[in-house]
């Protein structure tokens, strides 16, 4: 179409169209893809946030949990505090009363041991007192035959009888019988054998029992009854022991 008239009407050639539209759908295209990844930001914006803020959330629980479980160990705690005191106290009551316990089984241990020791004492002395006594009688005895010799024809009889019973005195009772009380009535024996074999005064066989008699009478003395010593061993048998004893199987 010539170009001469400016008045003309304008007309779009069919390859402009083709243009313009090619030009509208690159600038939707265009414009739907921005749009398309705005939203894809602002999702992944918000999923990020949410994200952080579930893991934000889930810090602050764990750390009340963490301080609500120190608080309740502390609560525990304080309030074992009575329990345990009472089982110690419980634990230190029962170890006094254990300890108590074993003081008084000492105790009545020593009082058995004690009341033991004072009735084995009581019966020694019991049984020393009576061979002390059976002794005393036999030489009463021994000293009035001697002196009824001549008038009782049954004195000699009994004056051996009582020289045979303090000689099984001196030598079968050392248990409780001490060496120097031996001694004394085997000076005795010897002194009435001799006297029945010599004749002479009977003085001497009077010295000998008032000797063995004073020490009995001193170890029975009951300030001396501590201090007495059993005698160890028997009395030895003196030359005129023997002697005697051969002349009284010989009268």
């Known amino acids: 179409m010539p170009n001469g008239d400016a008045n003309a009407p304008q007309y779009v050639t069919p ?3 083709k243009a313009l539209e090619s030009r509208i759908s690159e600038t939707a ?6 749009a398309i990844r705005e939203f894809d930001k602002s999702i992944a914006t918000k999923v990020k946030e949410g994200v952080t803020a579930a893991l934000t959330g889930q810090q602050v629980s764990v750390a009340v949990e963490a301080g609500t479980r120190e608080s309740n160990t502390l609560k525990i705690l ?3 505090i009575p329990a345990l005191a009472t089982l110690v106290a419980i634990i230190m009551g029962f170890g006094v009363w254990l300890k108590q316990k074993d003081i008084e089984k000492t105790i009545n241990e020593q009082d058995r041991n004690l009341t033991t020791r004072l009735a084995i ?8 007192f009576d061979i002390y006594e059976k002794a005393h009688q036999q030489m009463t005895l021994l000293l009035a ?14 004056a051996f009888d009582s020289l045979s019973s303090l000689d099984t005195y001196s030598k079968t009772n050392q ?15 010897g002194a009435a054998s001799d006297w029945l074999q010599d004749g002479g005064s009977i003085e001497g066989v009077v010295v000998k029992i008032q000797g063995a008699e004073r020490k009995m009478k001193e170890e029975l003395d009951a300030e001396n009854i ?11 048998n003196n030359v005129n022991g023997n ?7 010989g009268l």
């Open 29 to 34: 295209k265009s414009g739907a893809d921005s």
């Open 15 to 17: 390859d402009q169209l």
């Open 145 to 158: 035959a001697l002196q009824n010799k001549r008038v009782d024809p049954n004195a000699l009889t009994q």
């Open 226 to 236: 501590t201090k007495l010593t059993p005698c160890a061993t028997p009395p030895p």
């Open 243 to 249: 002697n005697a004893q051969g002349n009284r199987n």
């Open 78 to 80: 304080l309030a074992s």
């Open 175 to 189: 248990i409780y019988m001490t060496a120097d009380v031996a001694a004394g009535l085997s000076d005795v024996w």
């Open 121 to 128: 004492t009581q019966e020694f002395y019991k049984r020393k």
